[in-house]
């Protein structure tokens, strides 16, 4: 297969690997953020380098420490992991949660959750 690192065409025929200073710097990155796994790999390795290029040791140093989260989108440290993995605790709705309970949907759904102040109106 081949690649665009750095203006050059490279031919790689084994995975690309992350030194572990690197991957942490990805972890860091990545966490409490929205972001792109895939733009964090190409920052660091070159443009058109992503997740299907590196090896599963690479991948495995950054799965050690952080997740993304299937619900909001959020990098979360894999303490945050609730019971059903992929999901973080914030997102994550038990089967028997009480019904006066605001779920994560309903509270970014409400205009006035997140308000400080009510409004003059």
């Not at 790689?12 to 860091?28: D, K, M, R």
């Not at 997740?67 to 997102?91: A, L």
């Not at 309970?101 to 102040?117: F, I, K």
Request: charged share 40%; hydrophobic share 25%; with cysteine.
């Amino acid at each position: 297969m081949a690649k665009r690192i750095n203006r050059a065409v490279v031919e790689t025929t084994e995975p690309l690997a992350l030194t572990e200073e690197q991957a942490l710097s990805i972890v860091n990155d990545l966490r409490g953020t929205c972001g792109n796994l895939d733009m964090e790999i190409q920052d660091r390795l070159g443009n058109g380098v992503g997740t299907e290029d590196l090896d599963t040791k690479s991948l495995n140093l950054i799965d050690e420490h952080i997740f993304n989260c299937e619900v909001c989108g959020w990098w979360c440290d894999n303490d945050e992991m609730s019971e059903d993995h992929g999901v973080c605790e914030e997102c994550f709705e038990p089967e028997d949660k009480e019904e006066d309970e605001d779920s994560y949907e309903d509270r970014m759904n409400d205009e006035n959750y997140y308000r400080d102040e009510p409004e003059d109106f």
